[in-house]
């Protein structure tokens, strides 16, 4: 069984990106982004899995994102993925998430036991894996939300689906965790409450569910 957490930045109408880039530049909320992604036990490894937009919005020289396990989905089996091959990051292709999800579990003998799997966009990626059954060898059972409350970025064209009010009725809705829980989670101390940078306000947030 693979637990999966979706890590994303989304506005208070969950717009995640605009003419395939973020709408925002966000120094503090990358660097929380690349800590927790990268945070894991000696001899474990994080993975990132992600769309192949997703892959391209990253700029090339910082691709594929270091000290992560890199899976990149795509229709196109014959996608070239670009990688440098000095590169000492594992990144690998998949075709479908569900191939996608078999090399989480097949990666501690072929590459490091998977501490982590974080989903990191796009939005279809988020769509399909929110999607997956709580009885599925597979699942979503957290988000790490950074919310984005102002301004609105009403140009957002992209958007992820609204996972908290569509759960409300679900057998396992999702409920926010304290800012505690999300601290001893993610294993060092994160700021609390209501954030600015660069005019922007935003919140870290943990959603799970069981």
């Not at 579990?105 to 590459?111: F, G, H, L, N, V």
């Not at 988020?126 to 939300?145: C, E, I, M, P």
């Not at 609105?152 to 057998?171: I, L, Q, R, Y």
Request: net charge negative; charged share 20%; hydrophobic share 40%.
């Amino acid at each position: 069984m693979t637990r999966l957490t979706l890590i994303v930045a989304a506005t208070r109408n969950n717009g995640i990106g605009q003419n395939s880039q973020l709408p925002w530049r966000l120094s503090k909320e990358m660097a929380y982004f690349k800590r927790v992604t990268t945070a894991a036990p000696e001899g474990h490894l994080n993975a990132v899995v992600m769309g192949r937009n997703t892959w391209e919005s990253i700029p090339p020289k910082f691709r594929p994102l270091n000290q992560r396990l890199n899976v990149v989905v795509s229709s196109n089996a014959q996608y070239d993925l670009k990688s440098p091959a000095t590169s000492c990051v594992s990144v690998h292709l998949h075709t479908s998430l569900e191939d996608a999800l078999g090399r989480l579990s097949a990666a501690e003998t072929q590459d490091a036991q998977v501490h982590r799997a974080f989903v990191i966009g796009g939005a279809s990626l988020y769509r399909d894996t929110l999607a997956l059954a709580l009885s599925a060898k597979s699942f979503v059972d957290r988000v790490l939300l950074t919310r984005i409350l102002a301004p609105a970025f009403e140009g957002c064209d992209v958007f992820m689906p609204d996972f908290v009010t569509t759960s409300e009725c679900a057998e396992q809705p999702w409920h926010q965790a304290s800012h505690e829980e999300l601290q001893e989670w993610v294993g060092f101390e994160v700021a609390a409450g209501v954030q600015e940078e660069n005019g922007v306000q935003y919140e870290f947030q943990m959603w799970v569910r069981q």
